[in-house]
């Protein structure tokens, strides 16, 4: 029964992360940076605090309590996690929801099971499998296997995305994506899939404090929400400068006041967006609890996701106009990367 919870929690949370960019598709009149930071404000600081105010006791105590080695490491991952959010938001901004996220978060399903072996491979941990063993044991083959399935995977999303690029003129390109460009897609999409990795690190680098809320009587479900705090300011951070640059070099800061655009509808927008995304770690979380696996709780996630996206991508017609050549190319890519998801997955569950 524990599992079918973490399951269905984590069906929950990837339906919520699969769809939070499309309120980002309502903001009229906005450039990308002013309303990707709005929403990042709801994301990455008021949602993730209100949250863990609700369900874990003292969580600022727990917080000024930890020891520093602990909150640095759990910032830290969530600054490289935040270039990652970073060019997620550019990767569907260049590539639309179907390829963008299938494209990044296989990369992110593959780092995420590779990093942690290398780490321990160059520090040794009792109890954690190093690289070298990977290749010597059942699960850690599997491991590798899937992510070798993976970038075959991704290779055949970006043959779609050459074929849709030559198929269609700019016009019909940009009715299903407003601004359609492989190569900077690509590109973005493999940066943050790499560095989204880093999420799950921050998590396991944050245990400490997960298991202090516990002991302050949080229930065990909600237990990774103090960790959030912390990590999503590491990501607030990254995505903030980024985006205050932006706006300086574009010219845009007058967007957030500009009376001409539909402003309250746009702040509601990027908010909906904003919440709708931290949601997914939410549910995430309360998984993860039910599951005990922290990397294929992962997996898990990153394939509901890829899931719900790929049929956002099809829903917003993303791929209208297309030959029955190039939609069956990218439905092929996506299977080719969940099925990655779930070998990856099933190997951690043994390794």
Known sequence: MKILLGIIFHFIGGFASGSFYVPFRKVKGWSWESAWIVGGIFSWLIVPFVAAALTVPDFMGIIRSTESGTLFWTYFFGLL??????????????????????????????????????????????????????????????????????????????????????????????????EFNLTKGLLVATISGILSACFNFGIEAGKDMAA??????????????VIFVVLLWGGLTTNFVWCMLLNFRNKTFGNYSNS?????????WAALAGTTWFMQFFFYGMGESKMGNGASSWILHMAFIILVSSAWGLFLKEWKGVSRRTFATILTGVGVILVSVLLVGWGNSIK
Request: one cysteine or more; a neutral charge.
């Open 260 to 268: 001409s655009t539909p402003l309250l509808a746009n702040y509601g």
């Open 81 to 178: 996690w935040g270039i990652g959010g970073l060019t997620f938001g550019l990767a569907m901004r260049y590539l639309g929801m179907s390829l963008g996220m299938s494209v990044a978060l296989g990369y992110c399903s593959a780092f995420g099971a590779l990093v942690p072996s290398i780490y321990y491979a160059i520090s040794p941990t009792p109890g954690k499998v190093g690289i070298g063993e990977m290749f010597s044991s059942a699960g850690g083959q599997l491991i590798l296997f899937g992510v070798a399935v993976c970038l075959l995977g991704i290779a055949i999303c970006g043959r779609a995305g050459m074929l849709k690029e030559k198929e269609l003129d700019d016009a019909t390109k940009k009715e299903g994506v407003a």
């Open 212 to 225: 202090v809320a516990i002991e302050h009587g949080a229930n065990p479900l909600f237990q990774n929400n």
